[in-house]
């Protein structure tokens, strides 16, 4: 493996997360502020780790299926970003 292969993973892992974030929450987006924007990172943040390991252990499991298993794992890191805005504008 690529020693640049897991950093690459999580950069456009990272990238698709946000894009989703983004386009699911525009007005919570739009209306939060630097700190609600950086605690929903944060929660994408500690997710992180337990995602990327489902990832690999999904590709490995059924490499046929990993373009899903990555899309999956966006969602996962998204909706944690998603729960924290939603709430806090609660």
């Not at 950069?11 to 209306?31: D, G, N, P, Q, W």
């Not at 992180?48 to 298993?69: F, H, K, T």
């Amino acid at each position: 493996m690529n020693a640049n292969t897991p950093d690459t993973l999580a950069t456009k892992l990272a990238e698709a997360a946000l894009t989703i974030l983004v386009r699911s929450c525009r007005t919570e987006v739009a209306a939060a502020s630097r700190d609600d924007l950086e605690a929903a990172c944060a929660a994408m943040r500690a997710k992180a780790r337990p995602v990327i390991d489902q990832l690999l252990d999904d590709a490995r499991a059924a490499p046929w299926a990993a373009e899903n298993a990555f899309r999956c794992a966006a969602l996962d890191l998204a909706h944690a970003g998603i729960q924290v805005l939603k709430d806090g504008r609660n």
